[in-house]
């Protein structure tokens, strides 16, 4: 089992709509969590952390299950703008060293529509 | 204007060259890190460090070096000892281990 897991997608969607991702991972000590918003060819950009008690940045609304180890991220009036690749990340695996790493999803694709 | 910048962009190298990836950062980040992104894969760890004159290996060290003789700077080596080296790497820093990470633009490399 991968230590996060999303699917890939793409969403296709039209302008105005809205739309969630889910994404499940697989430490359950996990302690950090975030979405991060990667552009075609471009480095991944910070969308925002996810607090426990859920939390909502403008159109985004981020939530986490930790009974369940997922979390979610909600886009609400799509905008064109928000054609791009979602990666959901955890903070949670721990190296030798104690060193506790990001691991990321291979993202889930969106596509806003005209 | 505080960020961090990766060059070159493209790298094109041929079989058995060693090139040097720069990464500089000016936002006083304690941590830094190295992935790569191959299509249709999460980013792997390469090399991380914590602090300056202190690196250690991610998942995938081999056929990598690294340095961090300043707090600002933390180059990757990709040698020929690494079997597979066309990718895209992106660097990174975070205030400390625990918080979230800002990547630079990323440098996409090409083996010929």
């Known amino acids: 089992r991968k230590e996060v897991e999303q699917d890939p997608g793409p969403f296709n969607v039209p302008e105005g709509a809205t739309v969630a991702f889910n994404c499940t991972y697989s430490?359950?000590?996990?302690?950090?969590f975030f979405w991060y918003r990667q552009d075609c060819r471009k480095e991944p950009k910070l969308l925002m952390s996810?607090?426990?008690s859920g939390n909502e940045d403008g159109r985004f609304t981020a939530q986490l299950n930790r009974a369940s180890q997922y979390i979610s991220l909600l886009i609400r009036d799509s905008k064109l703008s928000d054609s791009a690749t979602y990666l959901c990340?955890?903070?949670?695996?721990?190296?030798?060293?104690?060193?506790?790493?990001?691991?990321f999803g291979t993202g889930t694709r969106l596509l806003v529509s005209p | 204007d505080g960020g961090i910048t990766q060059s070159p962009k493209y790298l094109f190298r041929k079989e058995g060259q060693n090139v040097t990836l720069s990464c500089e950062q000016n936002l006083n980040h304690d941590a830094m890190y190295w992935y790569r992104q191959d299509p249709g894969q999460g980013l792997r760890l390469i090399y991380y460090?914590?602090?300056?004159?202190?690196?250690q290996k991610g998942d995938i060290a081999e056929g990598y070096s690294v340095s961090r003789e300043k707090k600002e700077s933390f180059p990757l080596t990709v040698t020929s000892a690494q079997k597979n080296p066309t990718a895209f790497y992106l660097c990174?820093?975070?205030?400390?281990?625990?918080?979230?990470?800002?990547f630079g633009p990323g440098t996409r490399l090409t083996v010929l």
């Open positions: 460090s914590q602090i300056v004159n202190d690196f």
């Open positions: 990340v955890v903070l949670g695996g721990t190296m030798n060293t104690g060193f506790q790493k990001l691991v």
């Open positions: 430490n359950s000590a996990s302690q950090s």
């Open positions: 990174a820093s975070s205030i400390q281990n625990y918080n979230e990470q800002f």
């Open positions: 996810v607090y426990s």
